[in-house]
Nanobody, 121 residues
Framework: VQLQASGGGLVQAGGSLRLSCAAS??????MGWFRQAPGKEREYVAA????????WYADSVKGRYTISRDNAKNTVYLQMNSLEPADTAVYYC?????????????????WGQGTLVTVSS
């Protein structure tokens, strides 16, 4: 199983970015995004179930980020709008089957390599 994340970059505050994560091997019950800022622990951002009928967000990104998935492409997306400097981090996609742990790294077995998002003020 491999997860390949892409789409990071440098953007000004208020701007938007769309991250993508393509999974190979099989489909997963949950796919999610986490992020890790310099000197901080990895934190949960958003998750989505297999059908896409349920999505969950951290309070810090609710209303600004949208997670979606295309199962035909085995790909999950993270649309990030109204970006703030505090959103600067390396973003990791993750895939797993322990849906009850969607908000925790415990829910995921496979991780992408990370993509850097930098938001300038």
């Amino acid at each position: 199983v491999q997860l390949q994340a892409s789409g990071g970059g440098l953007v000004q505050a208020g701007g938007s970015l769309r991250l993508s994560c393509a999974a190979s091997g099989r489909t997963f019950s949950i796919m999610g995004w986490f992020r890790q800022a310099p000197g901080k622990e990895r934190e949960y951002v958003a998750a989505i179930n297999l059908s896409g009928s349920s999505t969950w967000y951290a309070d810090s990104v609710k209303g600004r980020y949208t997670i979606s998935r295309d199962n035909a492409k085995n790909t999950v997306y993270l649309q990030m709008n109204s970006l703030e400097p505090a959103d600067t981090a390396v973003y990791y996609c993750a895939a797993g089957d322990r849906i009850g742990w969607y908000y925790s790294t415990r829910g995921y077995d496979s991780w992408g390599q990370g993509t850097l998002v930098t938001v300038s003020s």
